[in-house]
C-alpha cells in the first residue's frame, strides 16, 4: 500500500518561493506518476502536475512559468518548486499518486497547509 | 482546458435517502471520469474510476453512469458516514481538472 507524507514550510511571504518534499513508501516509483495538488481554503482541487519515474514532467498551463516538479529516486521523494508567491497560493497542498498513466489519483498524502502572507 | 461542473452544489438528505450527484464536462471525455469523496480538514479519498469502477473497498452503495459529457454519482442508501464534498475529475486529458464539488450534508 503506498503511503505518501507531505513536507515543508507552512508559512511564507509573498514573491518567495515555495519548496515541498513527498517521500512515498510502500510502491514501486516506476509504476506510478507522482503529481502535487493544491487547495484553496474553502474551496476545489486543482492540479499542478506531475512526474513520471523516467523524470518527464506534465504541469498545469496556468502555474507552468512557476512550478518544477523533481524527482529523487534515491530518498523516494519528489518535490514542488512554486515560484514568485503571492496570496492566491496559500491552499493545502497534497502530494498523489497514479497507478501508471492511469490519470486518476488513488494514494494521497494527508496534505499541508501553506499560508502566504507577509 | 476541460471544464466540469457539478450540480447541485450542496444537498441536504437524510439518512436512507437515495441522493444524485451531476457532473457535466464541457467537451466529451468519453469515460474518462473519476470520482472523489473529502470529509473535513481531510485529503480527498479516491471512490471509483472510469465512470463505474469501484476503488476497492468502496461500498456497493455508490454507483456511477454515464459517458460522453454527462455523468452522475448515486448512493443508493445515504449511510451517516458518506455526509461528504464529492468532487468528479477528468483524465482524459491534461491539465487534470476537478468539478467544484457536491457538499452533502445531513438534513
Known amino acids: 500500500q503506498v503511503q505518501l507524507q507531505e513536507s515543508g514550510p507552512g508559512l511564507l511571504k509573498p514573491s518567495e518561493t515555495l519548496s515541498l518534499t513527498c517521500t512515498f513508501s510502500?510502491?514501486?516509483?516506476?509504476?506510478?506518476?507522482w503529481s502535487w495538488i493544491r487547495q484553496p481554503p474553502g474551496k476545489g482541487l486543482e492540479w499542478i502536475g506531475f512526474i513520471q519515474n523516467t523524470g518527464k514532467n506534465d504541469y498545469n498551463p496556468s502555474l507552468k512559468s512557476r512550478v518544477t516538479i523533481s524527482l529523487d529516486t534515491s530518498k523516494n521523494q519528489f518535490s514542488l518548486s512554486l515560484t514568485s508567491l503571492s496570496a492566491a497560493d496559500t491552499a493545502a497542498y497534497y502530494c498523489?499518486?497514479?497507478?501508471?498513466?492511469?490519470?486518476?489519483?488513488?494514494?494521497w498524502g494527508q496534505g499541508t497547509l501553506v499560508i502566504v502572507s507577509s | 482546458d476541460i471544464q466540469m461542473t457539478q450540480s447541485p452544489s450542496s444537498l441536504s438528505a437524510s439518512v436512507g435517502d437515495r441522493v444524485t450527484i451531476t457532473c457535466r464536462a464541457s467537451?466529451?471525455?468519453?469515460?474518462?471520469l473519476n470520482w472523489y469523496q473529502q470529509k473535513p480538514g481531510k485529503a480527498p479519498k479516491f471512490l471509483m474510476f472510469?465512470?463505474?469502477n469501484l476503488e476497492s473497498g468502496v461500498p456497493s452503495r455508490f454507483s456511477g453512469s454515464g459517458s460522453g459529457t454527462d455523468f452522475t454519482l448515486t448512493i443508493s442508501s445515504l449511510q451517516p458516514e458518506d455526509f461528504a464534498t464529492y468532487y468528479c475529475?477528468?483524465?482524459?486529458?491534461?491539465?487534470?481538472?476537478f468539478g467544484q464539488g457536491t457538499k452533502l450534508d445531513i438534513k
Open positions: 475529475q477528468q483524465n482524459y486529458i491534461t491539465p487534470y481538472t
Open positions: 472510469a465512470v463505474s
Open positions: 498523489a499518486a497514479s497507478g501508471y498513466n492511469s490519470g486518476w489519483f488513488d494514494h
Open positions: 467537451q466529451s471525455i468519453n469515460n474518462y
Open positions: 510502500g510502491g514501486s516509483i516506476s509504476h506510478y506518476y
